[in-house]
């Protein structure tokens, strides 16, 4: 069970991100139903650690073993999707996440997996270009440059 629930005010998520970086590109994604990008992982199940989830949703969505370098940030962030409209109060970990022993550093610039029913299209974004790109969070786009060395707690308000 997915730790994500609906109410009459919003959503809340408990979500895990990886921070994928190979030659000063950071990947990202879409899928079917969203114009913006944001970072591959998932939500945390019920009883399952943030540390086994991200590694879950990495074989999940990428079909790659890859290991935890470590957590960068903790983000308690409140916002409306663009797409459904509803408002969430999201908390995520971020890791940084190594993959460089798996195929992901040879894929192509853009690829595409299938996850459930929606196809996911993965992006190998120049770092430099963030700051022109549609990504959410919009923290990421300030803090990829300066990687924490050890779990920094952040609360971000995008509505």
């Known amino acids: 069970m997915d730790l994500t629930f609906k109410t009459g005010e919003g959503i809340f998520n408990y979500r895990v991100c990886a921070i994928i970086i190979n030659d ?3 990947l990202a994604m879409k899928n079917d139903n969203t114009a913006y990008y944001y970072l591959p992982g998932g939500r ?3 009883h399952e650690s943030a540390d086994d ?3 879950r949703e990495m074989r999940e969505e990428l079909c790659v073993d890859a290991q935890v370098i470590r957590p960068l940030w903790l983000n308690q962030n409140f916002f409306i999707e663009d797409t459904i409209g509803e408002k969430f109060h999201e ?3 971020y890791y940084l996440v190594d993959v460089t022993n798996t195929e992901l550093v040879n ?3 853009i690829f595409t997996t299938r996850e459930s029913r929606h196809n ?3 992006y190998w974004l120049s770092i430099e270009s963030l700051k022109d790109v549609y990504l959410y969070p919009l923290f990421i786009k300030d803090k990829i440059n300066d990687l924490p060395e050890s779990l920094e707690l952040l609360t971000t308000w995008e509505y």
Do not use: D, G, M, Q
């Open 24 to 26: 000063s590109k950071l």
């Open 44 to 46: 945390v199940e019920l």
């Open 53 to 55: 989830a991200i590694l």
């Open 91 to 93: 908390l995520c970990i």
């Open 107 to 109: 894929t192509a610039e």
């Open 120 to 122: 996911e299209i993965f």
